[in-house]
């Protein structure tokens, strides 16, 4: 039975969720997370931060015909922390994959977590069997990672979430840049914000931002910090094509929350923490992938046509 949708009723959970979790694993883990998605050839292709029982976490890839089941987990990871290396030693988490048809490749942008605290960086694959990395390009502390999949303005565009002791917000940012390589300094874009809201504590970007006829749809995670901790929930919001700098809407209310048992019970109860999206142009279904109570994996679809009419609603 397929389960109840979000208040807004725009998405509607998998009836097979979790789709993914530690016991679908073909090596021991402690929990499946927060996964990157593309689409390769007919297969959905999902990129899973992978928490290992010494709280460690790297990169795995999973594989599914259809985007909802079958999936066929990799039996070894894609991108694993190189302990050498200060700025990863303690994990990579979070990643994002964009397909960039410019360069033929996909960028998957990740936090690198060390003894500096969270980073960015950025790797490239042709076949998620090699990959290569570019390296660290966000210094600590930075996480939250997307690519747009083509340039803005003759730019490439990545979305980030920059804190330092200057700026202490939590907000979405973008930088941009000619080589994926030397970034500007960070554009404000959208405010976690002030007071009660669902969203006041802070903010990040989810998936990459889809391209639409009404602007570059953008999907955003929330948090909450109640008495009970915090509550992370996903919201909408439309960037202008040319300058993805500039909002053209956000919609008030959140539109996934934690209510099903496993988004409610894990490491981390009361998570909703979405970091893939597919588009299936036959259907016209987003498929949004997101980590659930930091322990698994569920999915949720909609309509793009009903969630870009309800996001262009006026507030």
Known sequence: MTEAPAPTGLFVRSPGNPILD?????YLVNAVMNPAATIVGAETLLVCRVEDCRGISHLTVARSPDGYTNWLVADHP????????EGEKWGLEDPRVTRVDELDRWVIAFTTYGVGGPSLSLATT????AVERLGMVMAPEDK??????????????????????????ADIWLSRSNDLGSWTAPQHVMSAR???????????????????SEGWLMVYHG???????????????????????????????????????????????????PCGMTHDAATDELRLYYGAADTSVGMATAPLADVLEYVMQPS
């Open 22 to 26: 530690p016991s679908r694993w073909p």
């Open 78 to 85: 894609l991108l694993a922390p190189d302990e050498k290396v």
């Open 126 to 129: 042709s076949d998620f069997q």
């Open 144 to 169: 939250n990672g997307a690519l747009l999949p083509r340039r803005a303005g003759g730019d490439w565009v990545l979305f980030h979430r920059p804190v330092s002791a200057m700026n202490m917000r």
């Open 194 to 212: 002030e007071g009660a809201w669902w969203d006041s504590a802070r903010i990040g970007v989810g998936p990459p931002p889809i391209e639409t």
């Open 223 to 273: 948090v909450r910090v109640t008495v009970a901790g915090a509550l992370y929930r996903v919201g909408l919001a439309l960037l202008d094509l040319d300058d993805p700098s500039q909002v053209i809407r956000r919609a008030d209310e959140w539109v996934l929350g934690p209510r099903a048992e496993y988004e409610l019970s894990g490491d981390v109860p009361g998570v909703v923490f």
